[in-house]
Nanobody, 121 residues
């Protein structure tokens, strides 16, 4: 199983980025998907998740209204559209796949390698 995250980079405060996570060697539609982030010196935290059907999405309070998670089963790819970025959003962003369970903030089975997002003030 491989999860390839991409789309990170340097952006000014107030800007936008779209992260992508392409999956291979698993049945993409059978998994719920999440995005997490880890800022320097901090623990990894939940950002957003999307259900297997795509009908339900979940967001951390810190990003709600600024971030949209989506999935494209045909492309085996999950996206994280981020806007109104602030320096506090600077972190390595990880995608993750979850086969079973009701919680969307933990219990993920597979993790991507991460993509760095840096927001300058």
């Amino acid at each position: 199983v491989q999860l390839q995250a991409s789309g990170g980079g340097l952006v000014q405060a107030g800007g936008s980025l779209r992260l992508s996570c392409a999956a291979s060697a698993l049945t993409f539609r059978s998994y719920a998907w999440g995005w997490f982030r880890q800022a320097p010196g901090k623990d990894r935290e939940f950002v957003a998740a999307i259900s297997r059907s795509g009908g339900r999405t979940y967001y951390a309070d810190s990003v709600k209204g600024r971030v949209t998670i989506s999935r494209d089963n045909a492309k085996s790819t999950v996206y994280l559209q981020m806007g109104s970025l602030t320096p506090e959003d600077t972190a390595v962003y990880y995608c993750a796949a979850k086969r079973q369970g009701d919680s969307y903030t933990y219990g993920y089975d597979y993790w991507g390698q991460g993509t760095l997002v840096t927001v300058s003030s």
